[in-house]
């Protein structure tokens, strides 16, 4: 059991043996995994076909009763024999209900017809929720599953309302028993595949089912649908046309919603009963690939002993490789692999001495050097670890033999850093200049750090030769300057961008208006705010600030700059869009702060805005001077009575520095010219 022979035999056996299982088990899985999608595939279709034929079903009933009411007059409502006849020879509607009836509009049931028989009960169905949507609404109306009045058996109504150009005189109705399943019948099913198809309402009561008894209880007692039904009503029930999938152990449930009604066909399908046969052809499977796998090893195991016979006095030969004796005798006369490894073997037999001595020396020098210091050393050629230091290990989470003979790309958190790298790395070198750069690099355990990267050449002239690396975990640096960066340029309450920013953004856009289509500036100044910090505290205004923003971004494009200017003061701009767009934009600005309702405590916070636009324009002189016509704007709005949005001129800005003394105090109040505001 300890020969070479042996153990070849053994591993490729066992690397037959684990492919083949390997490969059977991906197999039979992936088969597994297709016939489970394609069952539900089928499943929806047929879900969503039946569903379509239920649809049909409905709105033929819905027909055949709107044909029939179209035929009872006043005059035959008002004549009970007449009204009988009507009822007793309509045998279409005979044949698609199993009862009909005619109601007053005070309920009272005049006359029923049920499976022939005519009566006239005194029951009123005035209470009843489907005659008075039928009265009120004057359309056809499908009831919930109710129970009869006279049968006390569970039916489903269809109420049409009789009308004429004087109003409703009556109401038309046609009722089906879910116990003799008229409406549903050749629908639900119950077979001896598996296989369960009902039907119920979009509150989960049962209407149809194989078992009479199952009629109008929740689906959630059916254990073959109670998880896939829990699943429906957590996203929010949809009464889907196009039917969907339903998560349910060992079931395949699909459910399509009927249309014209709030119906559900429910189907659930066995995984175990669909799995069955290819559960069966796997172990079948298994069963032979080890009968094969027995008598490759037997075979092999014969063909390796007769091929192998040289490698043994090969072994013989190589124990006195270095106890004194001449290298170039006794070796065994062989070709192939095993005479040309007693070629090499001769040859190690002079060098190996004198060249283990000098790499001895060597490794112990570099070792002293590398584990001394306190950064990561690293040796590369051909762009692979041939050298690693501890320290080096230590930061990337690798072992020393994890790392030697892998690439260097291994390290790198994204392939398109790596080949970046490279483009500074090649140039850098062939000039013999340093390396030096911030990377992100990845750990043994998949996450990413910044790492500063340096790298020299061994020999400019021989890029062969390698290179020797040193590496540093600068994470925390590099987060504390970010962390830096965002915060001059953010407003910390709200994380919108700051007035450094904003006015940066105004100044190239000033800058291209010649280039680009003209650009809008927003400014936005909440109106009773001040009352939510004195009331309810700062707590309660940072909350409403932060909400005020969010709307804000909402209403916005991705490229749009969002900025807090302080206070509760915000401004946007907009850049390639047109003066009526911005416009638009800030009337819809407007509307999501006016529909903030924030509950604090027992009460319910709301602000105002008033919203100044000024666009950008050949005319417009500065940046101060455009950003000073939005705020006149929303100056005009503030002082006409808040709680508008609107757009500025040249003019306007006249018009509001001449209302003002230099104190600020204004000495009129001008409405807001209708042509320029949008509320």
């Given at each position: 059991?300890?020969?070479?022979?042996?153990?070849?035999?053994?591993?490729?056996?066992a690397?037959?043996?684990?492919?083949?299982?390997?490969?059977a088990?991906?197999l039979?899985?992936?088969?597994?995994?297709?016939?489970?999608?394609?069952?539900?595939?089928?499943?929806?279709?047929?879900?969503?076909r039946?569903?379509?034929?239920?649809?049909?079903?409905?709105?033929?009933?819905?027909?055949?009763l709107?044909?029939?009411?179209?035929?009872?007059?006043?005059?035959?409502?008002?004549?009970?024999?007449?009204?009988?006849?009507?009822?007793?020879?309509?045998?279409?509607?005979?044949?698609?209900?199993?009862g009909i009836?005619?109601?007053?509009?005070?309920?009272?049931?005049?006359?029923?017809?049920?499976?022939?028989?005519?009566?006239?009960?005194?029951?009123?169905?005035a209470?009843?929720?489907?005659?008075q949507?039928?009265?009120?609404?004057e359309?056809v109306?499908?009831?919930?599953?109710?129970?009869?009045?006279?049968?006390?058996?569970?039916?489903?109504?269809?109420?049409?309302?009789?009308?004429?150009?004087?109003?409703?005189?009556?109401?038309?109705?046609?009722?089906?028993?879910?116990?003799?399943?008229?409406?549903?019948?050749?629908?639900?099913?119950?077979?001896?595949?598996?296989?369960?198809?009902?039907?119920?309402?979009?509150?989960?009561?049962?209407?149809?089912?194989?078992?009479?008894?199952?009629?109008l209880?929740?689906?959630?007692?059916?254990?073959?649908?109670?998880?896939?039904?829990?699943?429906?009503?957590?996203?929010?029930?949809?009464?889907?046309?196009?039917?969907l999938?339903?998560?349910?152990?060992?079931?395949?449930?699909s459910?399509?919603?009927?249309?014209?009604?709030d119906?559900?066909?429910w189907?659930?399908?066995?995984?175990?009963?669909?799995?069955?046969?290819?559960?069966?052809?796997?172990?079948?499977?298994?069963?032979?690939?080890?009968?094969?796998?027995?008598?490759?090893?037997?075979?092999?195991?014969?063909?390796?002993?007769?091929?192998?016979?040289?490698?043994?006095?090969?072994?013989?030969?190589?124990?006195?490789?270095?106890?004194?004796?001449?290298?170039?005798?006794?070796?065994p006369?062989?070709?192939?692999?095993?005479?040309?490894?007693?070629?090499?073997?001769?040859?190690?037999?002079?060098?190996?001495?004198q060249l283990?001595a000098?790499?001895d020396?060597?490794?112990?020098?570099?070792?002293?050097?590398?584990?001394?210091?306190?950064?990561?050393?690293?040796?590369?050629?051909?762009?692979?670890?041939?050298?690693?230091?501890?320290?080096?290990?230590?930061?990337?989470?690798?072992?020393?033999?994890?790392?030697?003979?892998?690439p260097?790309?291994?390290?790198?958190?994204?392939?398109?850093?790596?080949?970046?790298?490279?483009?500074?790395?090649?140039?850098?070198?062939?000039?013999?200049?340093?390396?030096?750069?911030?990377?992100?690099?990845?750990?043994?355990?998949?996450?990413?750090?910044?790492?500063?990267?340096?790298?020299?050449?061994v020999?400019?002239?021989?890029?062969?030769?390698?290179?020797?690396?040193?590496?540093?975990?600068?994470?925390?640096?590099v987060?504390?300057?970010?962390?830096?960066?965002?915060?001059?340029?953010?407003?910390?309450?709200t994380?919108?961008?700051?007035?450094?920013?904003?006015q940066?953004?105004?100044?190239?856009?000033?800058?291209?208006?010649?280039?680009?289509?003209?650009?809008?500036?927003?400014?936005?100044d909440?109106?009773?705010?001040?009352?939510?910090?004195?009331?309810?505290?700062?707590?309660?205004?940072?909350?409403?600030?932060?909400a005020?923003?969010?709307?804000?971004?909402?209403?916005?494009?991705?490229?749009?700059?969002?900025?807090?200017?302080?206070?509760?003061?915000?401004?946007?701009?907009?850049?390639?869009?047109?003066?009526?767009?911005?416009?638009?934009?800030?009337?819809?600005i407007?509307?999501?702060?006016?529909g903030?309702?924030l509950?604090?405590?027992?009460?319910?916070?709301?602000?105002?805005?008033?919203?100044?636009?000024?666009?950008?324009?050949?005319e417009?002189?500065?940046?101060?001077?455009?950003?000073?016509?939005?705020?006149?704007?929303?100056?005009?709005?503030?002082?006409?009575?808040?709680?508008?949005?609107?757009?500025?001129s040249?003019?306007?800005?006249?018009?509001?520095?001449?209302?003002?003394d230099?104190?600020?105090?204004?000495?009129?109040?001008?409405?807001?010219?209708?042509?320029?505001?949008?509320?």
């Amino acid at each position: 059991m300890t020969t070479l022979k042996f153990r070849l035999t053994v591993s490729v056996i066992a690397a037959l043996a684990i492919g083949v299982v390997v490969v059977a088990s991906m197999l039979m899985r992936q088969a597994e995994t297709d016939t489970l999608a394609s069952e539900r595939r089928q499943q929806v279709n047929q879900s969503v076909r039946t569903a379509a034929v239920l649809s049909r079903r409905v709105i033929d009933l819905q027909r055949g009763l709107l044909a029939a009411a179209a035929r009872l007059d006043r005059w035959t409502m008002a004549d009970g024999h007449r009204l009988d006849h009507f009822v007793e020879s309509n045998a279409v509607l005979g044949e698609m209900f199993s009862g009909i009836f005619v109601v007053a509009t005070d309920g009272r049931m005049l006359v029923l017809n049920r499976d022939g028989a005519l009566t006239h009960p005194t029951t009123s169905l005035a209470n009843r929720e489907y005659i008075q949507r039928a009265l009120k609404e004057e359309r056809v109306v499908i009831s919930e599953p109710v129970t009869g009045r006279i049968t006390g058996e569970p039916i489903i109504a269809f109420a049409c309302p009789l009308r004429d150009e004087h109003g409703v005189y009556g109401v038309l109705g046609g009722s089906i028993g879910l116990a003799s399943r008229d409406l549903l019948a050749d629908l639900v099913e119950d077979d001896d595949s598996g296989s369960l198809l009902i039907v119920a309402d979009r509150h989960g009561h049962i209407l149809a089912h194989p078992r009479p008894a199952a009629l109008l209880a929740s689906i959630a007692s059916q254990t073959r649908l109670a998880e896939a039904f829990r699943a429906w009503v957590a996203t929010g029930s949809p009464v889907e046309p196009t039917g969907l999938s339903l998560p349910q152990r060992e079931e395949i449930v699909s459910v399509s919603g009927v249309a014209g009604t709030d119906w559900v066909v429910w189907r659930a399908a066995s995984e175990n009963d669909l799995l069955a046969a290819l559960r069966a052809a796997r172990r079948n499977a298994f069963f032979l690939c080890a009968a094969l796998l027995a008598a490759m090893s037997l075979v092999m195991l014969l063909l390796l002993a007769w091929l192998l016979r040289p490698l043994a006095k090969l072994g013989q030969r190589a124990q006195h490789l270095f106890d004194g004796t001449d290298p170039h005798e006794g070796w065994p006369a062989a070709s192939g692999e095993i005479g040309r490894l007693a070629q090499v073997l001769r040859h190690v037999g002079a060098e190996r001495a004198q060249l283990e001595a000098f790499n001895d020396e060597v490794l112990k020098k570099l070792a002293s050097v590398m584990s001394a210091a306190p950064i990561g050393i690293a040796f590369t050629r051909a762009r692979r670890f041939e050298l690693v230091s501890a320290e080096l290990c230590q930061i990337l989470g690798h072992s020393e033999e994890r790392l030697l003979g892998q690439p260097v790309e291994m390290l790198y958190a994204d392939p398109a850093h790596y080949l970046a790298a490279l483009e500074q790395i090649t140039p850098a070198f062939e000039q013999g200049q340093p390396y030096v750069g911030e990377l992100q690099m990845l750990r043994a355990d998949g996450r990413s750090f910044w790492a500063q990267l340096r790298g020299r050449p061994v020999d400019r002239l021989k890029p062969d030769a390698g290179a020797i690396w040193t590496l540093h975990d600068i994470s925390d640096q590099v987060a504390a300057r970010l962390r830096l960066e965002w915060s001059a340029s953010h407003d910390g309450l709200t994380g919108l961008a700051n007035r450094t920013v904003f006015q940066r953004r105004l100044q190239q856009a000033f800058e291209a208006r010649d280039s680009r289509p003209s650009a809008s500036v927003i400014v936005i100044d909440l109106d009773y705010f001040k009352p939510i910090n004195d009331a309810a505290g700062h707590a309660a205004g940072d909350a409403m600030l932060k909400a005020v923003a969010a709307e804000i971004s909402r209403q916005v494009r991705a490229g749009d700059l969002v900025v807090r200017t302080g206070g509760d003061e915000f401004a946007l701009l907009l850049e390639c869009c047109p003066p009526a767009t911005g416009l638009c934009i800030a009337d819809d600005i407007h509307r999501a702060i006016v529909g903030i309702t924030l509950p604090w405590q027992d009460e319910v916070l709301r602000v105002g805005a008033s919203l100044g636009v000024a666009a950008l324009s050949a005319e417009t002189e500065s940046v101060d001077s455009w950003l000073a016509e939005a705020d006149a704007a929303c100056y005009q709005v503030k002082r006409a009575g808040r709680g508008a949005v609107l757009a500025a001129s040249p003019a306007r800005l006249t018009l509001v520095a001449a209302n003002k003394d230099p104190a600020g105090t204004d000495h009129d109040h001008p409405g807001i010219d209708p042509a320029l505001a949008s509320r």
